[in-house]
């Protein structure tokens, strides 16, 4: 590899990545790992190494929770309106930088800068929803059955929290997870994924100016977290961990979390069906799948990993999705024609390529792409197969890459029964223009989000998270995700 570049000339601006490099940022100070390790930061488009972080050893881990538990009585008892003006602030700060952190974020993770802008904005949201729910947190009061006393209940914060983000949503699936938590009154410590950190360090900058206080937020990154968070995970003042990322990472990490009984909120992998009947209005599926295939290059937990398409629309669904998955763009994130950027390592390209090749040798047909191309950079093409069996691996197995698998079905309940033949249930799309077919198989489909006649389901607004080996609990939505940061206490009184 060669040293680090530092400097990236955008359509908007220079940006010095050496911003973004400070240190860990423990109790609002940034400071170096105390062996002083570092982890190196590498472009996607390039495969050149841009930045280099620090590599935290165990007693800056230790010094992070130090640092939210000295905070949290603090943050507790800062009034709801307060938190909630801090947590606008926050909003209004992302807004108004979203172009710079849209195309840090393209420049570490690879993403189209259309799609980094898009990830700006949700992830914005998640502090203006949340600035809303901190003042609505409401309890209850009630006379007990018997007559004899008041039953009384409040929700307090649940303590410190450990947050756990992957690489493919580097500012969403933080503030997904840091907002309600300051919201509830909680403190946390953020470990972000060491290949997209430079993101998490930008909006620890940014959370400091709007407000936060020190030991509110911390963040640090490590090169090998499994006994970094299980340090973190053992301190009896560490009360819950919420965690994006694999089914095998969270089963791993559930199992760590119980020896110490913390409360777990777990987002995991996806096998997304994606339904399309005779009946559908062809073009509206066709921009649907490409909005639920493409988003993010395929990158997302949510994408449509197993398309079902009924005989009678299928041959032009799949010469139309061909069409226009041929005619994508790819190229580096920050290309602003840009419509597929690279993957995220090496590694990943390895893997879709895997079980493309095992689709195939199984009796699949390419229909576009299907094969990695030469030159620098990990891309892999746009890539439409028709006939896939379900004996294929990508059947069963995420793809994470802009791999569109169709298969064809006959009627509607071979279409339930396959798109719920998956240890997975995090989402599922349907197109159909009989809404009352819709709602049917929707009620039918084992997954916790469905997308009926959309390709687009996560909102702020809404509940997001799944079943089955898809994960445990909720963010977002009304009173959903900050209750995932809430303990109950009740009070029997005798008035």
Excluded at 161 to 167: A, D, E, G, K, S
Excluded at 317 to 336: I, Q
Aim: charged letters at 25%.
């Amino acid at each position: 590899m060669n040293m680090p570049q530092h400097t990236f000339k955008t359509d908007h601006e220079t940006l010095d990545l050496r911003a973004y490099t400070r240190g860990l940022y423990i109790d609002g100070q940034w400071r170096q790992a105390a062996d002083g390790r570092l982890i190196e930061v590498v472009d996607p488009s390039t495969e050149r190494v841009i930045a280099e972080v620090p590599d935290a050893a165990m007693v800056d881990v230790e010094a992070a929770v130090e640092a939210a538990a000295r905070a949290a009585a603090g943050w507790r008892e800062t009034p709801p309106r307060k938190r909630s003006e801090i947590l606008r602030r926050c909003f209004e700060l992302m807004t108004q930088r979203s172009e710079t952190l849209a195309e840090l974020i393209s420049i570490e993770n690879g993403k189209a800068l259309r799609d980094a802008r898009a990830e700006v904005a949700y992830a914005a949201e998640f502090f203006r929803w949340n600035a809303e729910e901190a003042v609505r947190i409401i309890g209850e009061f009630s006379l007990a059955p018997s007559g004899a006393n008041r039953i009384i209940v409040d929700y307090q914060p649940i303590g410190v929290c450990v947050l756990i983000t992957p690489w493919n949503f580097p500012a969403a699936m933080a503030t997904r997870k840091i907002a309600p938590a300051l919201a509830a009154g909680c403190t946390v410590v953020l470990k972000p994924a060491s290949e997209t950190p430079l993101t998490a360090y930008a909006l620890a900058a940014l959370y400091e100016e709007a407000g936060v206080p020190p030991g509110v937020v911390n963040v640090v990154t490590v090169s090998s977290p499994a006994p970094a968070t299980a340090a973190m995970l053992a301190d009896p003042r560490v009360r819950k961990l919420s965690f994006t990322g694999s089914t095998g990472v969270g089963r791993h990490l559930l199992a760590e979390a119980a020896k110490h009984v913390i409360s777990c909120s777990m987002e995991l992998g996806g096998n997304a069906p994606f339904i399309v009947f005779d009946d559908a209005d062809l073009e509206a599926a066709l921009d649907g799948a490409m909005v639920a295939k493409m988003r993010n290059a395929g990158e997302a937990c949510t994408a449509a990993n197993r398309i079902y398409v009924q005989s009678g629309i299928h041959d032009a669904f799949a010469e139309g999705l061909r069409k226009r998955m041929t005619a994508l763009k790819v190229g580096a994130g920050v290309d602003a024609a840009t419509e597929c950027g690279p993957m995220i390592t090496k590694k990943a390209v390895d893997k879709i390529d895997r079980l493309v090749q095992n689709a195939v040798a199984r009796g699949a047909r390419v229909l576009c792409g299907g094969s990695v191309g030469s030159g620098t950079g990990f891309y892999y093409p746009p890539t439409v197969l028709c006939d896939v069996p379900t004996d294929a691996a990508m059947a069963q197995e995420e793809i994470f890459g802009p791999v569109a698998p169709i298969s064809r079905f006959e009627r509607e309940s071979e279409a339930i029964e396959r798109a719920n033949d998956t240890e997975y249930g995090l989402a599922a799309y349907i197109y159909t223009r009989d809404l009352a077919r819709g709602m049917r198989v929707a009620a039918k489909i084992e997954t916790g989000m469905i997308a009926l006649n959309r390709g687009l389901m996560s909102d702020p607004a809404a509940p997001f998270g799944g079943v089955k080996q898809s994960g445990i609990g909720r963010e977002g939505g009304r009173g959903h995700g900050i209750a995932e940061f809430m303990e109950a206490k009740y009070l029997a009184v005798t008035m």
